[in-house]
Every structure is written in C-alpha cells, then in structure tokens.
C-alpha cells in the first residue's frame, strides 16, 4: 500500500490551462504539505495544512489554491498556468516530529508548454 | 533552501567512505534529517538526529552533530554504486511553523566501481 499517493505521476499542459493535482495519504497523519522542486533541484515549502485547516502559505501566487476536503488529502489546483510553473511538486505529510515525521510523494512532474 | 547549505557535488570510489557537510543557521531546530532522492523518485527519509544529540548510528550511516557551529554531517561507510544520489539535508522548524522542513540544495554523490 502507498503511504502517499500522489496523481498524476506526469502532467504536461498549455500554458494558461488549469490543472490539479490530488494527494491523499493513509497513515493517519494529521498535517500534510506541498513541495515544489525546481530544475535546480531545490525543495521549498509551498503550504501546510494541519486537520484540514492552513497553517502556512510561502508566498506562494494567488493562481495556486490547495484545498484539503479531510485531513486524508490535499489537492492542489492552479489557475492560468505559466511557464515557470514546471516543476516537480511533491506531497507529504507528517504526524510530529522524528521518525514518525515526513513520508513524501513520489512527485508529480509538471511541464507547461 | 537559503538557511540551509550544502556543496553540491561529491565523488567518491565504490567501498570508500563518503562525508556530507550540511551548515543550518536556525538554532532553534529540534530536528535534523538526511533524505536520499534518486533519479526520477522522491525523498527517501534515511536518517535524522535529535537537537540534543551529537552523535547517531545506523548501520552504514552515521550522523554528526555540531551544534555550536550548526554543522552537520552524514558519513556513509563503505559507499556503494547504489548510494549514487541527491541527498538532502533539512531542519524542522518546529510545531508553531507548521512543522514544516526546510531543505538544503541537495548533494549530488556520484559512486565511481
């Protein structure tokens, strides 16, 4: 069984199109994130949502709008795509901290034409 | 990951050991980790060390923990041609941050046979 699930595994898109992406985990954690990873491979948080509520938003645009319907899954959509938005986006989630912390996604690699 | 530093590339010969040096600037980090990402695939947790700690073994890994010069570093004995990787450092910012990792750039480890 996948820890966390992420689809789509690829995704490759017009330029202003919009897409989602859906996360959804099963080990019952309570706080779960999204990552984006660049060309230069460079993690950065873009949100964290604990119980469904959010708790941090990195100066992430506005076309960027994570939604999490249970504490299970966190979607992530994004309006008017652009070109700078290719990347790999990886889900996660954690309960505490430590070895029961963060499982991450195997990613979605997101490439806007 | 601006507070977060690593060199970014590491060669070493099959059965050498290899050292990754990871600086952090936030004192406050409880945790400390080592992720492995290879090629194509997400972040793989292979190990993390409390704040309170100097010191952690497992198996091949070991991890050293400085605090006063917030270094920190991952020896992996006996390097094999499947070490090859991205590894990633990352420091929790805690529970009032959302829990949330902040990553270093990543260390690329070529393993040369």
């Known amino acids: 069984d996948t820890a966390v699930s992420q689809t789509p595994k690829y995704l490759v898109t017009q330029m202003g199109n919009d897409k989602s992406i859906k996360c959804e985990q099963n080990?019952?954690?309570?706080?779960m994130y999204w990552y984006k990873q660049d060309s230069k491979k460079f993690l950065k948080i873009m949100f964290s949502?604990?119980?469904?509520?959010?708790?941090i938003n990195e100066t992430v645009p506005n076309r960027f709008s994570p939604k999490s319907p249970d504490k299970a899954h966190l979607n992530l959509h994004i309006n008017s795509l652009e070109l700078g938005d290719s990347a790999v986006y990886f889900c996660?989630?954690?309960?505490?901290?430590?070895?029961?912390?963060?499982?991450f996604g195997s990613g979605t690699r997101l490439t806007v034409v | 990951g601006e507070d977060v530093e690593q060199s970014l590339f590491l060669s070493v010969r099959e059965g050498d050991s290899s050292v990754i040096n990871c600086t952090y600037t936030?004192?406050?980090?409880?945790?400390l980790y080592w992720y492995k990402q290879e090629p194509g695939a997400g972040l793989q947790l292979l190990t993390y060390?409390?704040?309170?700690?100097d010191m952690k073994q497992d198996q091949r890994l070991t991890v050293l923990l400085n605090k006063k010069d917030k270094h920190l570093s991952l020896r992996i004995a006996d390097t094999q041609t499947g070490d090859s990787a991205i590894y990633f450092c990352?420091?929790?910012?805690?529970?009032?941050?959302?829990?949330?990792?902040?990553f270093g750039g990543g260390t690329r480890l070529m393993v040369k046979p």
């Open positions: 996660a989630s954690s309960q505490g901290q430590g070895s029961n912390g963060y499982t």
């Open positions: 080990l019952g954690h309570d706080t």
């Open positions: 949502y604990n119980n469904k509520e959010l708790i």
């Open positions: 936030d004192s406050s980090s409880t945790y």
């Open positions: 060390i409390f704040s309170n700690m």
């Open positions: 990352a420091e929790s910012m805690g529970y009032n941050a959302g829990n949330m990792l902040t």
